[in-house]
Each structure stands twice: as structure tokens, then as C-alpha cells.
């Protein structure tokens, strides 16, 4: 909050925000209220079953919440039609698993979808935007490879690909570097960041690394048991205390030399 | 293959065209009588046999079977995708036993005996498939939305009863009766009036087009269903728009040809193979690729074993398999069966 590239408008908040899982006993939401503001790169922590997947696919618009409202731009998103909103909103989910032999262009091509006519076929500028996006993610030789020819870092920067080629203005992430190795870790935050600086791409990354989260996120939503536990610069949020209460962990809170984020060295758990 | 353009998708239905009016006139230059559709065109004191072979026995057929293999085709094509399951196939909703046990109740029941003038099996047989289809709608939504999953378990509980219930009925019914409806099961191409043909026709052009124009969202829903969502697909209304409109297709050529197996698994398959898994080729595509096969296919069934006719079920199934399984080994290790 006291970063000085989050001083946009809110363009995506969520306001009394209530939810339950088809058929679950409990709410997994009850009175959620959160604004991201346009340019924020905020990363969204918490604890297994703290229901950060779920905010996300309420954000995006792709779940229903049982009560309250998600609003994009002030606007009910309910009421924006779905084409207008994936203009607006790209997500890049855990869930990768694509039918078929579609190749790599194939797949950032569909990122073109929102911007076609309901029957319309791909125009020379929507070929140039998929091929741009796949550029930005260093995926120029590979596109004619089917997913599952890529190495997971390969896919999953494809599918990021996708979202990017939708052109939007906020892009949501649900995890995008689980089971992805150090290095394709730091590259695709990396690249996020630059979007972010370059483009006022406004970012918002579910995690479980808490200090990716810290390096990477101007700010950190901690999420735990339905509420916001924290909710700021990562030194304000990840504090021995909070990281005790939540994640029932002893750990000490140390400072990155190089970067200034705050670095969580796990001890035991409680 | 490259992505598809306007230019690849015009060549290859101009090209499928091509290749379909090639197979009708093969086809119908094939049979017991040797008259060849050329001399229709030409005057020969043996005209009027031609004539009559070709455009009342053998065209009729043809076209029925032509209309069968690009129901079963294109269905499958939009099963496989909605579904979200390469061994889909139009009949795994119960949309076939449904239509069967249509069928041999209204048999039984000795309905046909009654109005021989009216198609009461195929009527019998498009209700039962209709029914099935409406209670499937029913039992597999929840807060109005229509779940795939579901969708999938019950189509394949109701085939199952279904097939129970068609047993039962052989067992306690006089053997003979069910003589005609046994071999409409097999899968079997009947020689129709043009009427019913004009009418079949209209209902599948317009029902492949409207799957295919779904073809963007096809694709989409391919990616996963909250992936489309984010794409800004209106995932439920694409999934009963063409869920009902592959269902009735297949209905209306099942009521008429029986349950003819395989070409709706493997139509799809082969047709991706060749023109790759964009849907807005891919089901117009599966639809004449099915209509030639299928052709192809009772052509066979009626002149290689002539007098004798093999049931063209059978035909589709001796190709099917193998071919089928000759996919799987190809592709194993690839996306296509994770």
C-alpha cells in the first residue's frame, strides 16, 4: 500500500464477498471485501484450504459467489458480458491439461478468442499478437510443438502466453510456478515483474513460497480461514507472529541483503 | 500443422466435396447389376434398367448412408470435445439404447403390425432416444448447470439398463416378432423414399452447421471448462446447445439405420489426424469424412459377400478396432489418451 506504482484506481475488488463449494457444509468466505489497484503486483499467500484458488477463480469471474459482488472497474462483473471481461481479465490456472493436438501458436491463438467476432477466424493482427506473446515468453521456436512435447516450464509459459495474448489488463495466476525448477521460477516472476514495471500489467499470483511471494509482490494478501489476516508490503505481513498464527509454524523472519524482501526460514511446525 | 485459416478451411471442405460426389458416383456404379452411373448420361437401349437400379435401389441407399456417417461423424466430433473424452462417441449418452428400447417396446407392444402404413419403429425409436436425452438433461444438472461428469456416469447407467430391459423383452416375447427390429440393432442402411432423405438432409445440414459454428468454442472448451470461462465462453449454453443438437442428429439416424458402431469413435479420430483439432474444420470435416466412409462402408456390405449381405455394423466395426487400437499405439506417450 505504501508503494508508490499502487496508487491507481481500484479495478478489480470484491465486496461482502460470500462463498460455499457446491454440497460443502461450511462457507468457505463469509464478508470478504478486497481492491486490487490498477499496476499492483499482489501476491495472495495462505495456508492449504485458505481458499486462495477459489478468490481467484471468484475474481476472474469463472465461479459464483453465494453472496456479495465482484466488480471490474467499478462495474458488476455479472453484468459485464464474458467476451468483454476476458478483453479485461486473462487467468493462467494450476490446471493445464489441454485435449487434442493443439500446437503451441494454436493455444496462444485462443488467447485471441475475446477479441474475435462470435463466428470470425483469426486476423494477420491476431497471428501477431499470439507470436508476440509467445516471444515475450521465449517460446519463438517452438510453435508448432504440442503441449505435451514441452518441458513443464515451456508449458506452462505457454499457457501464460495464452493469457498474455489476450491483451488484458489484469492478469490472475493461480500458483503459476508450482512444480517448476529454481530457474523457471525466478524467470517467469522475472517476467511478470517486467510487464508489471513496462506495461502497468496489473498482477495477481496465488502462492505457496512465501519468499517468491515477498521478493516479487509490492503487496501480500494473507488469507486464513475465510478472512483477510494481513493485507500490505510484504515486511508488514510476513512477521514471526502472523507466520505462528496462520501456518502454525515456528520461523524467523530475516531481510534478503540484495533485494530488502523479507525472508521466512521455516523452524518446525507448531 | 499450421493454425487454421479461412484459405486451409475452404480447401479442405472444397476438397471433401470433391471427394464425396466422387464416392456417391463410384458407389452408385457398384452392385449386382452391372450398370455404372455414366449411362445415365448416355442414350442406350438399356436406359431405363439403369435408371431405375441406380437412381431407385442403389442412390436412395446410398444418400441414407451418407446421411448416417456424417451424423454419427460430426456428433462424435462434439461428444469427444464437450465431454472432454477422446473415446466418447455419439451413443455414450444412451442416445442408441435409448432409441433400441424405443424400438423393441413398440415391437413387442406389436405396434407396427397395427399401422403397418406408419414408421412406428423409427418413431418409436427417435422417442426413446429423445426421452433419454430430456431425463438425462434433467438428472445431470445441478443449479442449473449442466455437468459433464454426471452427464457421462448416467448416459452410461441408463445404456446399461437399457440393454437389461431389450434382454428381458427377447426372453419373454415370441422370437419372430422381434426378427426385424433384431436386425435394425445390428446397424443396417434401409432403402428410404427421397421424402424422408430431403427431410433427414435438411436436419442434419442445418444441425452440422450449427455444431461447427460452435467450432471457436469447441476449441476452447477443449483448453478446460474454467479456461474457456476466462476465454469468455458461456460454457453451459455451449454445452446444451450442442449436446441437443449432436443428440438429435444421431437420433433422427439411429430411428432409421440402427445403431451403427465405430464411426462415430473413429470418424473423429482419423478426421483430426488429417486436418488437425481446430473445430471449426474438424466438425464439418468429421461429417463428410463419416458420410464417405460410411458409404464406402455399405457399399461393401452389399456387394462383397452379394447375394449375401454383411450388416454394414459389422463392416464398421471389423475397420474400427484395429484401427483404433493402431491409434492408440501410435499416439501412446502423446496428450491425446492421458
Known sequence: ??????????????????????????????????????????????????????????????AEPSGGEVRLAGRPIRAIPPPERARRIAVVFQETRILFNFSVLEIAL????????????ERPEDFAAARAALAEMDLTGREDRHLHELSSGER??????????QEPAIVLMDEPTAFLDLKHRLQIYSILTRLNRDRGLTVVATSHDLNLAARYGSRLVLLHKGRVAADGPPDSVLTVGRIREVYETEARVERDASTGAPFVIPIAPL | MPPLTSRRLWVALGLLSAGFAASVAVCASIGSSHHTILELFRQSTDNDTAAATILR???PRILMAALAGAALGAAGTVFQAVLRNPLADPYILGVSGGAALGAFLATAAGLPALVPFLPVREAAAFLGAAATVGSLFLLSSAGGRLLSYPMLLIGVIMNTVYLSVILLIETVVDFTRLHGVRLWMIGSIPIEGYGLIGGLSVLLVLGVVGLSLSGRDLNLMSAGEDA???????????????????????????????????VG?????????????????????????????????????????????????VITALCGGPFFLWLYRRQRGGAYFE
Open chain 1, 1 to 62: 500500500m505504501s508503494d508508490p506504482r499502487a496508487a491507481g484506481d481500484p479495478v478489480l475488488s470484491v465486496h461482502g464477498l460470500s462463498f460455499r463449494h457446491h454440497g460443502a457444509p461450511a462457507t468457505l468466505f463469509d464478508d470478504l471485501s478486497l481492491a486490487v489497484r490498477s499496476g499492483e503486483f499482489v501476491g495472495v499467500i495462505g495456508p492449504n484450504g485458505s481458499g486462495k484458488t477459489t478468490l481467484l477463480h471468484l475474481l476472474a469471474g469463472v
Open chain 1, 110 to 121: 485462443m488467447g485471441r478468442s475475446p477479441h474475435l467476432g462470435r463466428f470470425g477466424m
Open chain 1, 156 to 165: 506452462q509459459r505457454a499457457l501464460i502466453a495464452r493469457a498474455l495474448a
Open chain 2, 57 to 59: 435401389i442403389r442412390l
Open chain 2, 228 to 262: 474457456a470461462r476466462s476465454l469468455g465462453v458461456t460454457v453451459e449454453r455451449t454445452r446444451l446447445v450442442t449436446v441437443l443438437l449432436a443428440s438429435l442428429v444421431t437420433a433422427a439416424v439411429v430411428s432409421v439405420a440402427g445403431p451403427i458402431g465405430f
Open chain 2, 265 to 313: 469413435l473413429i470418424v473423429p479420430h482419423a478426421a483430426r489426424l488429417v486436418f488437425g483439432p481446430d473445430h471449426r474444420l474438424l466438425v464439418p470435416a468429421s461429417a463428410l469424412t463419416g458420410a464417405i466412409f460410411l458409404m464406402v462402408a455399405d457399399t461393401a456390405a452389399r456387394t462383397v459377400m452379394a447375394p449375401t449381405e454383411i450388416p454394414v455394423g
